[in-house]
């Protein structure tokens, strides 16, 4: 079934590992995908895979923190691959560290990226989804916006923050057919993840401590997420809004 046949679709971090997932996923079940990424390289190799195996895509080099690019990426989006029909807002950075030996710049910095680019993004979009009165937008949160997670103070009050968002998006925006939804992954195998084990003492150790406290044994894979944010992002989910899901193994 190509549930996205006809669909322009972005994906905001599209290089990375979710990002990349759900950029592929979009892609196979129909999708022309335009994959934003500050890294244009890591957005070239998973549009280059999507046109491979058959696809439609284009790469946009789109730093989020700043809405200048932002401002031209979706006007150049628009014009090669039609308007925006569904928002992915995927792209995040985080710091493992005990919140006390955080400084403000690394503040700033995980705010401008988790929270003030989503926003970036949303005031692009959404006028024409109003417009067109359609739109699906998935904000990619963290189960540590939900439950908290030591190490990660100002990254899960970025992700919480995004969740409350999305709720109160959801709400003005229903009435002109624009969804708003919220996934929340747990700790998912990825670069973001070696990165944040790598503010650890012993980086394996905080890995498997994650792990073992997953129900379902494992860590998610980028197409785990992939999954939920296919369904957030599709007409399976049209009377769905203002909602969070965990993709997290429990
Ligand atoms: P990743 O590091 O594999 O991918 C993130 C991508 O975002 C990278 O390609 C990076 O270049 C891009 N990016 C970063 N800053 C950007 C910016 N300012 N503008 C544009 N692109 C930017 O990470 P991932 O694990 O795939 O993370 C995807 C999302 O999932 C993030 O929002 C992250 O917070 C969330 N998440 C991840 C985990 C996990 O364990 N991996 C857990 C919870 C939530």
């Known amino acids: 079934m190509q549930r996205f046949q006809g669909k322009t679709v972005v994906v905001t971090g599209g290089g990375g590992g979710i990002g990349g997932a759900t ?3 979009f892609a196979v079940e129909g999708a022309k995908v335009a994959v934003y ?6 957005a070239e190799k998973v549009v280059a895979e999507i046109r491979t195996a058959g696809g439609q895509a284009a790469a946009f080099q789109c730093d989020i923190t700043d809405r200048a690019q932002v401002d031209a990426a979706v006007p150049a989006t628009q014009a090669q691959l039609g308007p925006v029909d569904v928002l992915v807002n995927n792209a995040g950075w ?3 560290k005990p919140f006390v030996k955080t400084v403000p710049a690394e503040w700033d910095k ?5 929270l003030t680019g989503a926003l970036h993004m949303l005031h692009a979009v959404l006028p024409g989804m109003a ?3 359609y739109g699906r937008i998935v904000n990619v949160a963290s189960d540590a916006a939900r439950g908290g997670s030591s190490g990660e103070a100002v990254y899960s ?3 919480g923050g995004l969740v409350a968002l999305s709720k109160t998006l959801a709400r003005e925006h229903a009435r002109h057919g624009i969804t708003v939804n919220v996934v929340c992954p747990g700790p998912t195998d990825t670069a973001l993840l070696a990165g944040v084990a790598e503010g650890a003492r012993d980086p394996a ?4 401590a994650f792990k073992s406290a997953i129900p379902l044994g494992r860590l998610g894979q980028g197409d785990d997420l992939a999954s939920a944010i296919a369904f957030m992002g599709s007409d399976d989910a049209s009377f769905v809004t203002g909602q969070v899901l965990s993709v997290s193994g429990g």
């Open 110 to 114: 995980l705010i401008a990226i988790n």
């Open 94 to 96: 985080d710091i493992f």
């Open 23 to 25: 950029a592929r996923r």
């Open 157 to 159: 009050a970025c992700k």
């Open 205 to 208: 150790k905080l890995i498997e």
């Open 37 to 42: 990424d500050m890294n244009l390289a890591a």
């Open 131 to 133: 417009e067109r009165q």
